[in-house]
């Protein structure tokens, strides 16, 4: 009898034995799973190269960009690509059909939020991007008094960021060029042409020059008010220059005026440096907006905080 309660002893201290030890390995394992768990989040940085993917140089957003480079200390490390809209767009696009990580400088009105139902912007705790933008009209002094027609309609267009994008959109769609897509808008719309006109006399063949930027949203605006200016008899020229030479333009007077003014963030280097130059006509176009954008399954990155400095 002894001889077989000490058996069972043994057996009973081997298998409490047995057991606190796969208890402990078990626990080991669990902990050690946890933090591979908790630090195998994906890097951003790494995946994209510590690269933001931008647009070309001296754009509004890309000198914005570079000052959000210098403001988040979690930026610290990463790079602006500066190229074109068309190769930022192209990029954006690779990436969205492989579903891979990518962030982009975005701002509407743009057709890519047209093309792409799921991109978000980056939330900008810092404010470098600013709030809500509006683009403005601008004129040169004494264009009132020599053109006052010309002025008149230029100070009345006013439309939305719906109205800009569905040009930009349907021309980069078609592959038609954003003037005739302009021309047909004019065509398809004439209550809110009505509006930009009312009062505004015809005349003949007076010259009017409109400075503007080279991107789409601007060729847009420029191309409709041009084309309602020539239903009224005027002789139109849209010139595109860079963003400070726009500016200098209208505040020298080379220019007669430009619609492509984005404030109050954008442009605000630009505009501080002539506001004394030339005359405000006010916002053509309000709820435009710029900062980071990244594709929507980009779950884990919703902030310009959450990415990773190098």
Same mark, same amino acid.
């Given at each position: 009898? $002894?001889?077989?309660?000490? &058996? ?10 047995? %057991? ?8 080991? +394992?669990? *902990? ?10 994906? /890097?951003?940085? *790494? ?27 979690? $930026? ?15 990029? !954006?696009?690779?990436?969205?059909? /492989? ?18 139902? /799921? $991109?978000?912007? %980056? ?10 933008? *509006?683009?403005?009209?601008?004129? =040169? ?5 020599? &053109?006052?027609?010309?002025? &008149? %309609? ?20 078609? #592959? ?7 021309? =047909? ?19 003949? #063949? ?12 601007? =060729? ?6 041009? *084309?309602? !200016? =020539?239903?009224? #008899?005027?002789? @139109? ?15 020298? #007077?080379?220019?007669?005026?430009? $619609? ?15 506001? +004394?130059?030339?005359?405000? !006509? ?9 900062? !980071?954008? @990244? ?16």
């Amino acid at each position: 009898m $002894l001889k077989n309660s000490n &058996k069972q002893l043994f057996l009973i201290t081997g298998m409490l034995l047995v %057991l606190f030890l796969a208890a402990c390995g078990s626990g080991s +394992d669990s *902990e050690e799973n946890t933090e591979e768990s908790s630090g195998s989040s994906v /890097n951003v940085g *790494e995946e994209v190269d510590y690269t933001i993917t931008g647009i070309e140089p001296g754009a509004g957003i890309t000198v914005t960009t570079e000052k959000a480079i210098e403001e988040y200390e979690n $930026l610290d490390g990463w790079q602006l690509e500066q190229s074109s809209t068309a190769a930022m767009v192209t990029e !954006l696009e690779e990436a969205i059909n /492989n579903e891979e990580p990518i962030v982009v400088t975005g701002w509407n009105p743009h057709w890519m939020f047209t093309k792409f139902d /799921n $991109l978000k912007y %980056l939330e900008d705790p810092k404010g470098v991007y600013g709030e809500v933008e *509006e683009i403005k009209s601008l004129a =040169r002094k004494g264009l009132e008094e020599e &053109k006052p027609n010309a002025y &008149k %309609l230029i100070d009345q267009f006013n439309w939305s960021v719906e109205d800009m994008e569905s040009i930009m959109y349907e021309s980069s769609d078609s #592959g038609e060029e954003i003037s005739a897509v302009a021309h =047909r808008w004019v065509e398809d719309n004439p209550d809110k042409v009505s509006e930009w006109t009312k009062g505004v006399e015809d005349v003949d #063949g007076v010259a009017i020059e409109l400075v503007s930027t080279p991107w789409d949203s601007e =060729r847009a605006s420029a191309n409709v008010v041009a *084309e309602v !200016l =020539r239903q009224k #008899g005027f002789e @139109v020229t849209i010139t595109p220059v860079d963003v400070a030479v726009m500016f200098e333009a209208v505040a020298n #007077g080379d220019g007669d005026a430009t $619609l492509a003014a984005w404030m109050p963030q954008t442009h605000a280097d630009f505009y501080e440096d002539h506001k +004394d130059n030339f005359v405000d !006509l006010g916002a053509n176009l309000e709820g435009a907006k710029i900062g !980071l954008v @990244v594709p929507e399954y980009m779950e884990d990155v919703n902030s310009i905080e959450d990415i990773q400095a190098k």
